[in-house]
Structure formats: structure tokens, C-alpha cells
């Protein structure tokens, strides 16, 4: 695929060209909500710190550098240790860049002028860092607004802007984080090109996997296949989270795949797999998930329990568009859920009676979906104006409980699991042992679990599917079908390590 290369842009090659305009309509989007409060200073400056090139704990390794996700939203930096400022009367955009030492062009390469970022990121102009106190005042800065405010996904709090100097301006530290996230959560139509181009490359990715997978390999050579296609072929130098390749009864733990579980078993044929992998492009995140049998056939069970899930996506897909509960979705989601299970025999009773007891969380404890955008899980899930956090199981993992507007961009995600542990302790509460045939979950006793995947943006009258990979139970087989009619892969994305054999 080859992409005509606009100026200035972002690309690499033939990857997709991110216009700089992209930033600078954020920027003014921004500006426009600002200019729009009635307590706003005269003269405010949006003051924004971007992120800093760190090294691993006391060695001089250095961390592989990404961008803070508000300073790259704004301005699309790639480089560390900058600031910014934006004047919010006029837009006008300034850049401050760290002063390098002439040892940088021995060890890092070209030392460029301000003239060379003012021209790349095509802002209004460039200064150096160490200058930014003196250049602050003589943009005659009022206030100075700086980013303060909870992340309701971490719980953590955004870093504030600072430098020597700052106490000498007035610093505002609460109108600026609302407004920002706010307009994080509306996606423009040149954010959503970039959205569909790296939900293109990682469906693509979950593809490839698809067709060479086989049983026998560990779980971690299906993660680097995945990591290898996203950054060869679409330029994804980062994944949007630490993947999930998660198989046999692993496909029941929700966050598999972390430093203490890091794709490591060897998936044995008739193992399902639960891939949830997402390659991200220029901070842009996709997250997919694919669930599917590692031998390419599905068993009864296994296509009965994929197509509950999928029968679940589907109702919510067909029922989203601007104006619904997100929170109603999930509630959707779950009673689809439970009236497939109970149609396969493994629950049984009033569905309602079922729902009073929260037995659905059982299966399905996280929420049906995210926020996405410049985070995997993107900012603006719970605003203090909106809608509260529920306490009910199931409900209260959701991480946004909006009504829907037009240019959100979220994942539709539900999925059955059959966690042994957690069943175990609920056949032992009468509560929702009732509804449970005892006899007939046995048989999953070592499922693990299915979870359908697909990000999506909300449109005028309904909802735009980003993700393009093979849904259906007959399609999955024939895409794993054609990728073994090509014969044995003789290795995993280039590795000079074999594929283990059973």
C-alpha cells in the first residue's frame, strides 16, 4: 500500500501520512472551548510539558522513549523533554526545545536548528527550553494554564508543567484538564483516518497470526508475530499495551501476558486462543481481539460458546448510535450472554432472577468497552458532569458510563470466561448455585474463555466498524484453512529460533 506523502507530515515510507494540521486543528478546537468560559483569565497561556527520555532504574539504558498523550495530542512531538505554550486569544503556538551539547551529534546524530521542528511540526515558532521563563514574558502571559487532573482508568494524576521560574506567573491549574479531556473524547475526521489506518495494520496483523498458528508453538512466538507485522508492515514501533496471547485456561485470565505471565505456556492442539493484541501508530492505539481454536476447527463447545459472544457483540453493534447508555449497552451485552448460556445448558432459571443476583458478572466481569484513542484506554470515562461509576459486579469495571455522541471512538468487547477458581466459589453460594447446572460447566472446566474485540466510532445515526477481521466461525476455519494449505511456516517472524514441536 503506498500513501502520497503530504508536507509537513508524519511517515515513515509508505506508512500513513499524518498531516501536522491534525495538531493544529486540535490545538484550536481547544482554544475555542477555552475562549468560551467565563472565568478565563485575560492573557492565559496553555503552558504543557511533554514527556521525558528515561533510562531503567540506575543503569544508563535508556527506556524506549513515547510521548506524553496530551502533548502529542496537541502538538505531535516525537522528541523528548519539550514544551509547549499556546496563547489562547490568538492559537499561536510555541514549541520549546532542550538545548543539546555538541557531544549529541557524536553519539545521537544531527543537532537540528529551531528552525528545522518550527518547519516539521509547523508550528508558529520554536525557542529553546532554557529559555522559556523570559519567553513566557514576553508573550505577556497572564495565567498560565497547566494540566493537572485524575486518570478515572489508572487513578493517577496527570504531571503538571514546570520549570525554574514558574512562581514568578500566575499558574491556574483546574480550567485546563476538563476542557482537554473533553476534547480528546470527539475525534475529529482526520484523527479517525488515523484510527482506521492502524486498525487496518493490526487486523491484518491478527490475521497473519491466524493463518500460522499452529499447535505446538508457545504462546509468546504468536505475540511476535503479531509485534513484527504491525511494525514491518504499518510502521508500529509501539504496541498500545503489553499483549495478551493467552490460551487454553490462560483465556480466563482477564490481563494475561505481564511480566509474571509472559506468554509462556506451549498451546497444545484443541486449546483456544485469546488474542488481544493492538499495534499503535504515531500514539494512535487499536485494540483487537481474536478468539479462535489454535488447530484451526472449532469443537461444539467451542463454537457455542464463540457464538454467544459474538451474538452479544452483534446486539450491541446493531444497537449503538448517539443518545444510548453505554451502561445500557453492557446491560445488553450481559443478558445476551445469559440467555445464550442458558440455551447451551450451563445456566438455568428466570433471566431476570438471574440479572437481581449479578450472576452474568460471573462469566463477564469486565466492562463491555473503552474509550481509545491517544491511550488504549482514553481519557474522559468519567467526567465530574457525567454520569457516576456503578457498584454493581460487572457495572462498576465499566470504564465510561456516557450517554453516546457522534465522533466517540470505543471498543465493543464482551466475552464468557470460565475462570475455575471464581466458578468454584460461586457453586458454593446458593445465591447463584441455583442457576447453575453443576454437571454441565464441568465440561469447561479448562475452556478458558472467549472474547470478541472490535473498535468503533460513533456516527450520526449509528456506529462505524474499524476493525476488519474475520468474524464468523466458518470464516475463522477458512482463513486458517487457506494459511495451512501453504504448508508449515518454517519460522516465527523471521526468529532464528525454531517453532517448538510437541
Known amino acids: 500500500m503506498e500513501f502520497k506523502k503530504a508536507e509537513p507530515t508524519f511517515c515513515l515510507g509508505n506508512t500513513y501520512p499524518v498531516p501536522m494540521s491534525l495538531f493544529a486543528n486540535n490545538r484550536e478546537r481547544l482554544c475555542e472551548v477555552l475562549r468560551k468560559e467565563k472565568d478565563l483569565p485575560k492573557h492565559a497561556i496553555i ?40 496563547e489562547v486569544d490568538s492559537g499561536k503556538a510555541t514549541l520549546f526545545i532542550p538545548k543539546l551539547p555538541k557531544s549529541y551529534q557524536v553519539w545521537m546524530g544531527t543537532i537540528f536548528p529551531p528552525s528545522h521542528f518550527k518547519e516539521k511540526y509547523a508550528v508558529d515558532d520554536v525557542q529553546f527550553t532554557e529559555d522559556i521563563g523570559e519567553i513566557l514574558k514576553k508573550m505577556k502571559a497572564g495565567t498560565l494554564l497547566t494540566l493537572r487532573g485524575l486518570n478515572t482508568d489508572s487513578g493517577h494524576y496527570t504531571r503538571e508543567a514546570a520549570f525554574d521560574g514558574i512562581s514568578d506567573f500566575n499558574v491556574n491549574n483546574t480550567i485546563l484538564h476538563p476542557l482537554i479531556s473533553e476534547c480528546r473524547v470527539i475525534k475529529t475526521e482526520q484523527e479517525l483516518q488515523v484510527l482506521r489506518y492502524v486498525n487496518r495494520v493490526s487486523s491484518e496483523a491478527h490475521k497473519e497470526v491466524m493463518k500460522r498458528i499452529r499447535p505446538g508453538w508457545m504462546e509468546y512466538q504468536a505475540e511476535s508475530l ?50 488481544d493484541m493492538g499495534g499503535e501508530y504515531y500514539c494512535y492505539a487499536s485494540d483487537i481481539t481474536c478468539s479462535y481454536p489454535v488447530n484451526g476447527k472449532f469443537t461444539a463447545d467451542q463454537k457455542a460458546i464463540y457464538n454467544a459472544v459474538l451474538k452479544s457483540n452483534r446486539a450491541v453493534q446493531k444497537a449503538l448510535k448517539p443518545g444510548v447508555s453505554w451502561a445500557d449497552m453492557h446491560r445488553l451485552a450481559n443478558r445476551v450472554q445469559l440467555e445464550e448460556l442458558k ?54 469495571s465499566l470504564r465510561t458510563a456516557r450517554t453516546m455522541q457522534e465522533g466517540m471512538v470505543l471498543t465493543i468487547e464482551p466475552g464468557i470466561y470460565f475462570n475455575w477458581p471464581v466458578i468454584e466459589e460461586a457453586l458454593n453460594n446458593p445465591d447463584l448455585a441455583r442457576f447453575i447446572d453443576a454437571d454441565a460447566i464441568q465440561r469447561f472446566r479448562h475452556f478458558g474463555g472467549v472474547r470478541i474485540e472490535d473498535d468503533v466510532a460513533i456516527t450520526a445515526d449509528g456506529m462505524e466498524m474499524l476493525t476488519c477481521v474475520p468474524r464468523e466461525v466458518e470464516e475463522i476455519e477458512a482463513l486458517m484453512a487457506e494459511g495451512r494449505s501453504q504448508g508449515e511456516p518454517s519460522d516465527v517472524a523471521g526468529s532464528l529460533l525454531p517453532i517448538v514441536k510437541d
Open 47 to 86: 503552558l504543557l510539558q511533554g514527556g521525558e527520555q528515561e533510562q531503567q532504574h540506575s543503569s544508563d539504558r535508556d527506556i524506549l522513549f513515547r510521548q506524553e498523550s496530551y502533548f502529542q495530542w496537541c502538538f505531535g512531538v516525537t522528541e523528548a523533554d519539550c514544551y509547549a505554550a499556546i
Open 226 to 275: 503479531f509485534q513484527h507485522h504491525c511494525h514491518t508492515h504499518g510502521g508500529c514501533r509501539h504496541l498500545s499495551y503489553t499483549c495478551i496471547g493467552a490460551t487454553g485456561e490462560h483465556c480466563a485470565i482477564l490481563h494475561y501476558g505481564h511480566a509474571g505471565a509472559p506468554n509462556d505456556r506451549q498451546i497444545k492442539d484443541g486449546d483456544m486462543c485469546l488474542f
Open 343 to 396: 440455551r447451551i445448558g450451563i445456566i438455568s432459571g428466570d433471566i431476570d432472577n438471574m440479572l437481581k443476583v449479578h450472576l452474568g458478572a460471573l462469566f463477564f466481569p469486565h466492562g463491555l468497552g473503552h474509550f481509545m484513542g491517544h491511550d488504549v484506554h482514553d481519557v474522559g470515562g468519567y467526567p465530574e458532569d457525567g454520569p457516576p461509576r456503578s457498584t454493581e459486579p460487572g457495572l462498576r
